[in-house]
């Protein structure tokens, strides 16, 4: 995985066999508690979403110490592992061996893809609206919410106010063709 400071990257990773690996709130918290401890001296996150069977994240890269980062999304994934694993008496790997963390060199793509990350659960039927879904960033950008994991900074100029941003991940739902969620 290559990162470099300043540079914005969509870091996801999937479970093997699709698995689900987030089988209860509890889960989902864990995994969120841990993300925070090991990647928030090198990250900016500006949107994610969780999933019962992969997550998404959209981060900027804030530490020359890349290696350190890459030790640290080594050892959550790990310790959510053991931890999951420990509690339902399961062995083995739980995620995918290699995480992938795709540069988007486009800043004008970004909003597209916090919206195809936010919109995850609604594309898989898991609710009927996206802000019902309460394991992404979508609340509080919609201004449900007010974690402070979520570097909101970056969006605010491209959307001031929730209901604008409301209204553009409205918006991209009708305009993108199902296909392309899939």
């Known amino acids: 995985m290559i990162l470099e400071i300043g540079k914005y990257y969509h870091f ?6 699709q698995e689900v690996v987030f089988k209860e709130n509890e889960n989902y918290q ?4 841990h993300y925070k401890q090991y990647t928030q001296q090198h990250l900016s996150t500006i ?12 981060v900027k890269v804030t530490s020359n110490d890349v290696a350190t980062l ?5 050892a959550l994934l790990s310790s959510y592992t053991k931890s999951l694993n420990r509690s339902i008496e399961r062995h083995g790997s739980l995620f995918q061996t290699h995480s992938k963390a795709k540069e988007i060199d486009d800043e004008n793509y970004l909003p ?5 990350i936010h919109q995850n659960p609604f ?7 996206i802000e019902e879904w309460p394991y992404s960033s979508y609340r509080d950008y919609a201004g449900l919410r007010n974690d ?3 570097d909101q ?12 941003f409301k209204k553009y991940s409205e918006e991209l739902v009708m305009i993108v063709k199902y296909k392309y969620w899939i």
């Open 12 to 17: 996801y990773n999937r479970s093997e066999n």
């Open 112 to 116: 597209t893809l916090m919206s195809y």
């Open 47 to 58: 949107a994610y979403c969780l999933m019962p069977t992969h997550f998404h994240f959209l």
């Open 148 to 150: 402070p994991l979520v």
């Open 70 to 74: 890459k030790t640290h999304i080594a």
């Open 123 to 129: 594309r898989a039927g898991l609710v009927k609206h």
């Open 30 to 33: 864990f995994f969120l508690e």
């Open 153 to 164: 900074s970056y969006f605010r100029q491209s959307f001031p106010t929730p209901e604008s």
